[in-house]
């Protein structure tokens, strides 16, 4: 019944004669474009600067976590601000703005790729991450104004579906880009996909019909924390908090994981390419098990996923991090990890967007994402620690991350359930 009331409402969903599931779908197309081109120059990055990449050293040793700190720090910046922006302007206008912003910035990207120069490259990818930022509570925040609330889980399992298969396509393509460009071969390629990939997104965006400001009137704040802290005491009034907080815990796994995981190829003897695929597995399952989640949550916000990803994920980062490493067994446990990470997060996102009163939306989703990419950040700080300080072999920092998400497994406890699943039943 679940199975059948879950296809029932993606039909609802996505059928054609619907504007408001065709604004949607452009938001899918919008987010796509961007998440690619994230995840394309990111792992392009990593596999650079990693263990036998061209520029291998230039960071130090674990330069990928470096990779991974200017991918967050800019979340940590600026969304707070980004949040009140989105609640004070229209969600379309700002969404329509930002990806022509992200045609500019990949063209900065595409000229450091040409010259072989990794300061310019490593500045136009910071730069994309602070786009990424500011059109996080856009993004999030106009999945509510186009869905009704009963498609909120479907519609969250989607756009995170659409966001990890981004995640497969930029981590297959970047490690074919990479040895097509190392080897002296069309260093144009990688800069020119990047270039491509804006243009679509960005006309993508401009079919989103308007939206109008939930609070126009809001007087914004330039002060770095403050944007959080009135937040975050708003969150704390109910179980905004505790939702947000679950929800950074994902980031934090993950972050770990798509740290330790270029490291991989020297570990097993394999190409990039072929360690590229081992990311496109951890982010399609991921995707697979967001869809999954939205079509069992039907019309409900089912809170106990949350423990049952929780579990999933951690028994197979422990396993990755105790069984002898092969190729074989290290794809199948990221499957398991990322088809268990889909279930514990989808709920928590539904949840939040619920729960979050209209005009403080953008704040409480731009306070969430400041949690997230801390939670973003400590991974990057923790896997150098482990990989620069504490020579920790990179086989076994996936026992830290399966130690990390068994400390989820807590969400089973009746405490923490009762009081998400009584906040959204009684809304």
Known sequence: MAREAGLEHFFLLTQEKSEVNRAFAFLLGAQFCGALNDNLLRYFLSFSVATGGIWAGELGRGGQGWVGLAMALPFLMISGFAGQTADRKSKTTLAQALKKVEIYIAAVAAVGLLSGSLVLTFVAFFLLASQSAYFG??????????????????????????????????????????????????????????????????????????????????????????????ALSAMQAGPGFLIAGCWAGFYLLA?????????????????????????????????????????????????????????GMAIAFLALGLIPPTFTTTAGLLFLGGISSGFYVVPLQAALQYLAPEAERGRFLGAANMLSWTA?????????????????APHRIPLVTGLLAATGILLALPGPQTKMRQAVLST
């Open 137 to 230: 509570p856009t993004k999030y925040g106009l999945i509510p104004e186009l869905n009704q609330s009963q498609y909120l889980s479907l519609a969250n399992g989607w756009i995170n579906a659409t966001t990890h298969l981004s995640a497969i396509i930029g981590m297959g393509l970047a490690g074919p880009l990479y040895a097509l460009w190392a080897n002296g071969g069309e260093n144009w390629a990688p800069g020119g996909v990047l270039i491509a990939l804006a243009y679509l997104g960005w006309r993508m965006a401009n079919h989103i019909p308007y939206q109008k400001p939930q609070a126009p009137h809001l007087i914004s704040s330039f002060g770095w924390f403050k944007p959080y802290k009135d």
């Open 255 to 311: 972050g770990l994981a798509l740290l330790f995981l270029p490291d991989w190829p020297a570990l097993l003897g394999i190409s990039q390419a072929a360690g590229s695929l081992l990311l496109a597995i951890l982010g399609g399952s991921i995707g697979i098990g967001s869809a999954l989640a939205g079509l069992l949550s039907g019309s409900n916000i089912r809170t106990n996923l949350i423990p049952l990803g929780a579990t």
């Open 376 to 392: 973003i950040a400590l991974a990057s700080v923790l896997f150098l620690i482990l990989r620069k300080y504490c020579d920790v």
